[in-house]
């Protein structure tokens, strides 16, 4: 099938509330705008190195993409990563979050951010400390960082065909959501982005709002280009 009639596919089979990710790293421009005819709107990548120019050339072309990084980010690469997306979905650690708010701050920009969660024995990235998020957020609370907004959770599940498992991660990020909205009222922190191709239908009865997802909608990655 093409993306096209994948990406419908996936969409009649997400609720309203849910968001789709379309996940396009290690797809080439071109098929980005093939998805983008076909209407989808956000996007996501992990590398900047690969991203930055992808999305360059898409947009001097005259086309409107929204991007996300979801990738675990470097500091030197957060300039050219706050240039080009509305969302870092892998905020991962309290010295990201300074560069980010030093580098919005150079150009005036703001940004969302999600706090990327580890939930799930195999994956290696994320906070694995709840303290600590609470913490930063207490910061945000107090304003510490005036170029970004902190709308909600991101998690990975591991990559198992054992679904309680990953259902247990969904939970685990959902339940932290819970309590930090209990905790900071004021922070609008919505969003809970957990879901891909293999397992986003788990992700939706758990409470996901956006879905990442790529090769249900571009087909497997080419990773020898
Ligand atoms: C690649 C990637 C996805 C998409 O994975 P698929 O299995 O191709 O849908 C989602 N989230 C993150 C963080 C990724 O790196």
């Known amino acids: 099938m093409g993306i096209a009639e994948n990406l419908n596919s996936i969409n009649n089979s997400l609720p309203d509330s849910v968001k789709l990710i379309a996940v396009s790293k290690f797809n080439p421009a071109e098929k980005v705008i093939e998805a983008i005819k076909a209407g989808q709107t956000v996007f996501g990548e992990n590398r900047i190195q690969e991203a930055a120019p992808k999305f360059d050339l898409i947009r001097s072309q005259g086309y409107e993409a929204e991007l996300h990084i979801i990738g675990s980010l470097q500091r030197n690469k957060v300039k050219e990563a706050v240039r080009i997306a509305t969302m870092i979905q892998s905020a991962d650690r309290l010295e990201l979050i300074e560069e980010i708010e030093k580098q919005c701050s150079k150009i005036n920009k703001k940004i969302q951010i999600l706090f990327e969660m580890h939930t799930g024995e195999e994956s290696k990235s994320g906070f694995t400390s709840i303290e600590e998020v609470f913490n930063i957020l207490k910061m945000f ?49 919505t969003e809970l982005s957990m879901g891909m191709s293999g397992d986003y239908k788990t992700a939706i009865e758990e409470g996901s709002t956006m879905v990442r997802i790529g090769t249900a909608i571009f087909g497997a990655r080419d990773y020898s280009k």
């Open 141 to 189: 609370e107090a304003g510490a960082f005036p170029h970004i907004e902190p709308k909600g959770f991101m998690t990975m599940a591991p990559f198992t065909d054992d679904v309680e498992l990953v259902r247990n991660s969904f939970r685990q990020l959902k339940h932290i959501k819970n309590k930090a909205n209990q905790l900071f009222p004021s922070l609008s922190l």
